[in-house]
């Protein structure tokens, strides 16, 4: 009976030695992944920092490039219209229709017309309009002298 209480104990001390040593490796895996971990939260810690001033440098680029562009139209409003005037003055009537009826056969928009020419797009319309007529006057013109001879 000796033998087999010794044998009980022998192995209660074999089985407790194992526990032992297998919760100490398991210790160690646990100490290590958490040190890993904490690598990895302060590499996040970095890359989120990072990702912010990034994202920063993105809105501030954008408030200026939409600062720039508010600049650029305020520019071009503040032109004086003085030059526009004497450029305008400078042409006669059929040549404006003659530029405007140009541009707009090469396919360019109102807008880039008035641009262009430095009129408002209501001028550009009228002007349009009124080479139209022109034009349709001076085919019923030649068509009447045709019809004379």
């Given at each position: 009976m000796l033998d087999y209480h010794l044998f009980l104990t022998l192995a209660s001390l074999l089985l407790c030695s194992l526990l032992f040593a297998r919760s100490i490796v398991l210790r160690r895996?646990?100490?290590?992944?958490?040190?890993?971990l904490y690598e990895q939260q302060i590499a996040l810690q970095k890359y989120q920092e990072e990702l912010s001033q990034i994202e920063q440098s993105v809105i501030r680029e954008q408030y200026f490039k939409?600062?720039?562009?508010?600049?650029?139209?305020?520019?071009?409003?503040?032109?004086?219209r003085i030059s526009f005037h004497q450029d305008r003055q400078k042409l006669k009537v059929p040549e404006r229709y003659a530029y405007v009826q140009s541009m707009f056969r090469s396919g360019m928009q109102t807008e880039d017309v008035a641009l262009t020419l430095g009129m408002s797009c209501h001028e550009i319309s009228q002007l349009r309009n009124l080479s139209a007529l022109a034009e349709n006057t001076n085919r019923l013109g030649r068509k009447t002298n045709v019809a004379a001879s």
């Open positions: 895996r646990a100490a290590a992944h958490s040190d890993l939409t600062s720039l562009q508010q600049a650029e139209v305020t520019t071009e409003l503040q032109k004086s």
